[in-house]
T-cell receptor, first 117, second 110 residues
């Protein structure tokens, strides 16, 4: 079974440009999450989708970030315009329906490394 | 507020035992998770505690004390492949919003 896949794995863009990150969750997982880790900091929650609906977007840093999950399958995270402080690793994760089951965890992708220069 | 603390780095010898501590202060608690992350790879699930006590899974054990806001991950019979970052994470409520600690980078030496 394929895990969570993310694309691109690495991206280098100039300040002011736009970047779109894509995440394909594990097949059948209704819950999809975006997290990010900026240099030297801990992994921080950005938002949570249940199918195509945003369940919690309290971690989105500002309106330069736009996440979508049309059709409830893959998700995209767009940063427009990118700033230097957006550099970091953007992790996507997914979990099955009924995510509150005892001990249920979330499954991470390998991350998309974004460098804004 | 939310605060999770872990040591930044630890070093241990192959075959030894190492304990990685985690203290947390969060607005809610619905489980503490440990993840292992090798450089450039996805964090992978190691263990989960929601009740006080010790959970054992092979060479890995995790302990939780909710009254003290404290957990540890115990790794026995260390192997070189255990060199990685170990992330402590708290699930605050019945959602799936995890709060992560900064991670502990463990180096296992021959």
């Amino acid at each position: 079974e394929a895990g969570v896949t993310q694309f691109p794995s690495h991206s280098v863009i100039e300040k002011g440009q736009t970047v779109t990150l894509r995440c394909d969750p594990i097949s059948g997982h209704d819950n999809l999450y975006w997290y990010r880790r900026v240099m030297g900091k801990e992994i921080k929650f950005l938002l949570h989708f249940v199918k195509e609906s945003k369940q919690d977007e309290s971690g989105m840093p500002n309106n330069r970030f736009l996440a979508e999950r049309t059709g409830g399958t893959y998700s995209t995270l767009k940063v427009q315009p990118a700033e230097l402080e957006d550099s970091g690793v953007y992790f996507c994760a997914s979990s099955p329906t009924g995510g509150f089951v005892f001990g249920n965890t979330i499954y991470f992708g390998e991350g998309s490394w974004l460098t804004v220069v | 507020g939310q605060n999770i603390d872990q040591p930044t780095e630890m070093t241990a010898t192959e075959g030894a035992i190492v304990q990685i501590n985690c203290t947390y202060q969060t607005s809610g608690f619905n489980g503490l998770f440990w993840y292992q992350q090798h450089a450039g790879e996805a964090p992978t699930f190691l263990s989960y505690n929601v009740l006080d006590g010790l959970e054992e899974k092979g060479r890995f054990s995790s302990f939780l004390s909710r009254s003290k806001g404290y957990s540890y991950l115990l790794l026995k019979e260390l192997q070189m492949k255990d060199s990685a970052s170990y992330l402590c994470a708290v699930r605050e409520n019945y959602g799936q919003n995890f709060v992560f600690g900064p991670g502990t980078r463990l180096s296992v030496l021959p």
